[in-house]
């Protein structure tokens, strides 16, 4: 594909196929993506499609950004030779359009020889590659009637190379031998300069792409061997030495070691892991030596799935885009009706004043080859794509997963935000601060047998609070009752049934839902409340039997958080299921003025409406399975990687790193590629604008015509680069990561051939 409307094509294609619901194509990735009917469909006839189409496609299984850039790295070995024979013919051809007529005496006008030498030159560089690749393209478009930029550059430089052979027969004396070299030379230095921005472009995800090792060492009855990745299935022991990349996801067995896990979380410093420990592939073994038994392999690793999301999220498309792409696809048609226009029209105004300066079939010519060579729609095609690709890349890079195209734009657009409390702005480690456990319940008046019950019931939340009472329970050495029935009940607590026993743990509007009696415990509640601490009651067969404190700080940073959101201009509010007092003096701590306390999930979601329909863009931070509503409901919804996998599946950007600055950091990053899709799409459009007319009469010349459409391109590419990070702050530390990632590479080579 070599531009917008080639873009537009193949997805029309698609979407025709049978079973295709929705079909996106990116012109930046040359990649693309189709969303199935229920009906399901078949990928050859996708394939099929596009071939008919006039395209070459392929399948790529995850992790295809890697082979996709290897593939650009011999594209652009082979490019280099195509640009290098492209150059050495079209020197000569210029040279002898300007220097031969001064050193030489010749006849004026009529057949001088050196036009007859740029006449040979000219055909050698259309038979050789560079003109076989413009043309061929061309042939294909026309094939398949799918007008595209190889159409037009195509028409432009055929018309000029036949007319001159067709003067040079006839002796009249007008040669366009320069300009059709010169477009050739132009559109190959063009393509060339692109591949290499692409390159570029996709360097961040091919990095996590290379965090997969290609082979592992795996133990076989105790043996080391080294396999391919792909041979290691779940449940395989695997052995990672020092310095070498981590394979799978996977749970240490023996060894321990320092790992640093900075790749896919952006968490500098190193982990100690020892035995029980969880490791993550495409970390790196630092210090020790580890055996790891595989939970997660290839695609369902957490790489592999980090890099799924980014390569879903480069295939999207911006709502610009699309806007863009639609124009780019009727483009062609319209440039063709206008080349033809122009000539008609010097042709015609020739005849009216033969007198007149340029007039002539000659001039008209060459106008209309202007036309056609600088109005090719490349830069629309590429202007949002290329930095939505690099701003994912750079996102991914810091540990901030976005979703979608989409998604980008909208969290670009954002003025409020909302944040939950518990396990957002709090650590999410709540610790457990005082167990009240006065023989209130008949059941539970031994000792620690408050905990013991709550903490079998909390066993299988992932709440925060949940997971803090375990712990405790566990640090006790209280032993976990089994558990009958399980139930959430979202914003409010626990519900399970433990050895015939119905329990309750939770906040006090769930005891309230269910109608227990919570007036024993009432005073000594009101007073942990009053410290600060979240209060969680437990019941049993609709008697409360306990009272536990939890405390929950604020995470380190999280006032600098949200301190840089006010200064972003957005306005920060919180949002929480807990009770008002606590809620006031956390929000307090870290600088939110605006609190809304005890809010069930529907009513986060109606919070998320309220503001939108005041015409605000919402983005909704949140982390358990209350907040799924709205984080769906949002403009933008954030989670962390460490929250509920309900959360995470309903939100539009995920934090890898459990830092709350990153969300600033993904806001800035989303509204300075907005910033840069508008500017490239005005400079698309714009210098479409301006260039036509001046090509059309005559201001430009076609070879100036070609070097143009290629400049206004690759400034669109380069300007998309502008989203990489910057040296000297992460860029550095991404090099440094590069580096030593390269030498725990050979030295993972080194240590499989002994
Ligand atoms: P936030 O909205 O601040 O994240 P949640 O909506 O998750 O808080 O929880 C609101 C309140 O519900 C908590 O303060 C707590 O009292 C109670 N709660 C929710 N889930 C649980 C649970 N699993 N165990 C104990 N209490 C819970
Ligand atoms: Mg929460």
Redesign the pocket.
């Known amino acids: 594909m070599t531009c917008g409307s080639c873009a537009a094509r193949v997805e029309g294609a698609l979407q025709a196929v049978d079973g295709v619901g929705a079909s996106r194509v990116n012109l930046a990735t040359e990649t693309a993506s189709v969303i199935a009917t229920p009906a399901g469909v078949d990928p050859a006839d996708l394939l099929a499609a596009v071939r008919e189409a006039g395209y070459e496609a392929e399948s790529v299984e995850v992790g295809a950004a890697l082979e996709l850039d290897r593939g650009r790295d011999q594209q652009l070995v082979g490019q280099r030779g195509v640009l290098a024979q492209a150059i050495g013919l079209a020197l000569p051809v210029v040279g002898l359009q300007h220097l031969a007529p001064l050193l030489f005496a010749g006849p004026a006008g009529g057949r001088p020889w050196w036009s007859i030498v740029q006449a040979v030159i000219c055909t050698a560089l259309l038979c050789l590659r560079p003109g076989r690749q413009i043309l061929g393209g061309g042939l294909r478009a026309a094939r398949h009637r799918s007008p595209n930029m190889d159409l037009l550059v195509s028409i432009g430089v055929a018309v000029a190379f036949v007319s001159s052979l067709v003067a040079l027969v006839a002796g009249t004396g007008t040669y366009y031998f320069e300009a059709a070299a010169l477009i050739v030379a132009f559109i190959t230095l063009g393509r060339y300069f692109e591949t290499r921005a692409r390159r570029e472009a996709s360097g961040a995800v091919a990095a996590l792409a290379r965090r997969l090792p290609q082979t592992a060492t795996r133990l076989h009855d105790g043996q080391p061997e080294t396999v391919p990745v792909s041979d290691i299935r779940v449940g395989d022991h695997v052995r990672v030495a020092q310095d070498t990349l981590v394979p799978v996801d996977g749970r240490v067995l023996t060894g321990s070691a320092a790992v640093d896990e900075s790749a896919i979380t952006g968490e500098s410093v190193p982990r100690s892991r020892g035995p029980g420990d969880p490791v993550r592939a495409g970390g790196v073994v630092r210090e020790g030596m580890i055996t790891v038994e595989a939970t997660a392999v290839g695609e369902a690793s957490a790489v592999g799935r980090i890099l799924r999301a980014v390569e879903d999220a480069q295939a999207g498309k911006t709502r610009m885009q699309r806007i863009a792409d639609r124009v780019a696809g009727v483009f062609v048609p319209i440039v063709i009706a206008l080349a033809l226009a122009t000539f008609i029209g010097w042709v015609v105004a020739g005849w009216i004043d033969p007198g007149q300066d340029g007039a002539g079939i000659g001039w008209a010519l060459r106008c209309a080859v202007a036309v056609l060579v600088i109005a090719c729609p490349c830069a629309m095609g590429l202007a949002t794509p290329t930095a939505v690709l690099v701003a994912t890349g750079t996102a991914a890079g810091r540990g901030i997963l976005v979703r979608d195209a989409a998604a980008l734009e909208a969290a670009g657009q954002v003025n409020v935000i909302l944040l939950?409390?518990?396990?957002?702005?709090?650590a999410g480690q709540a610790q457990v601060q005082e167990v009240w456990d006065e023989p209130v319940g008949p059941i539970t008046t031994e000792a620690g047998a408050v905990l013991e019950w709550a903490a079998s019931a909390?066993q299988f939340?992932q709440?925060?609070?949940?997971r803090a009472?375990v712990a405790k329970a566990r640090e006790s050495n209280l032993k976990l009752r089994d558990v009958g029935e399980f139930a959430?009940?979202?914003?409010?607590?626990?519900r399970a049934t433990i050895d015939g026993h119905e329990v309750l743990?939770?906040?006090?509007?769930?005891l309230a839902q269910h109608e227990v009696d919570f007036s024993t415990v009432q005073a000594r509640a009101d007073q942990m409340s009053a410290d600060g601490q979240?209060?969680?009651l437990l019941a049993i067969d609709g008697v409360c039997a306990g009272v536990i404190g939890l405390l929950d700080t604020p995470r380190p940073g999280a006032s600098r958080a949200v301190d840089h959101l006010t200064r972003l201009g957005i306005e920060p509010v919180m949002?929480?299921?807990?009770?008002a007092a606590?809620?006031t003096a956390v929000a307090a701590s870290v600088g939110i003025e605006e609190v809304h306390a005890?809010?069930?999930?529907e009513s986060?979601l109606a919070q998320v409406r309220r503001r939108q329909e005041a015409g605000q863009r919402v983005a909704f931070v949140?982390?358990?399975i209350?907040?799924a509503p709205a984080l769906t409901g949002a403009d933008v919804g954030i989670a962390f990687a460490t929250g509920t996998d309900v959360a995470v599946e309903s939100a539009d950007i995920t934090l890898l790193r459990d830092d709350l600055s990153l969300v600033a950091e993904a806001i800035e990053l989303a509204r300075r590629s907005v910033r840069i899709m508008k500017e490239n799409l005005f400079w698309a459009f714009f210098y479409n604008m301006v260039a036509i007319p001046l090509a059309a009469f005559g201001v430009v010349r076609p070879g100036l015509a070609a070097a143009a459409m290629m400049a206004s391109s690759i400034s669109v590419v380069l300007n998309s680069l502008r989203l990489r990070e910057k040296e000297g702050q992460n860029g550095k530390t991404a090099e440094r990561q590069e580096n030593a990632q390269a030498s725990a590479q050979s030295a993972g080579a080194a240590g499989g051939q002994r």
């Open positions: 939950d409390k518990t396990g957002t702005l709090t909390e939340s709440h925060p609070l949940a009472i959430n009940e979202p914003g409010l607590g626990v743990v939770g906040s006090r509007a769930l979240t209060v969680t949002i929480t299921g807990d009770q606590t809620a005890e809010m069930l999930p986060k949140g982390d358990g209350n907040d």
